[in-house]
């Protein structure tokens, strides 16, 4: 099992930053590949980006590419995201979730990730 836990949501005005984290625990961190999900108000959960198990690797969403950045720290079993130039439409809550390694697939592909956060709120205002 591993436990996952988001911090650092909260309010910010258009164009502000934050920086969210993932705390894991449970087996090891670096046996998976880590992917950041949004859900809007009103909307399914979606696809935000992903980091490989040792940071070679990181996919975006193109509705943040250029303005958000995934990375992780295995020594602190910590993966972040950092969100720069935020507009209101990226208010959702942000989930952080866990796939084995060796799972094979898209990393935009939530159904392939096996442990969930419960999720932090992002509420951008205008």
């Known amino acids: 099992q591993v436990q996952l836990v988001e911090s650092g949501g909260g309010l910010v005005q258009a164009g502000g930053s934050l920086r969210l984290s993932c705390a894991a625990s449970g087996r090891t961190f670096s046996s998976y590949g880590m992917g950041w999900f949004r859900q809007p108000p009103g909307k399914e959960r979606e696809f935000v980006g992903a980091i490989t198990w040792n940071g070679g690797s990181t996919y975006y969403a193109g509705s943040v590419k250029g303005r958000f950045t995934i990375s992780r720290d295995n020594a602190k079993n910590t993966v972040y995201l950092q969100m720069a130039s935020l507009k209101p439409e990226d208010t959702a809550v942000y989930y952080c979730?866990?796939?084995?390694?060796?799972?094979?697939?898209?990393?935009?592909?939530?159904?392939?990730?096996?442990?969930w956060g419960q999720g932090t709120q992002v509420t951008v205002s205008s």
């Open positions: 979730a866990a796939r084995r390694t060796r799972t094979s697939g898209s990393y935009y592909n939530q159904g392939l990730y096996d442990y």
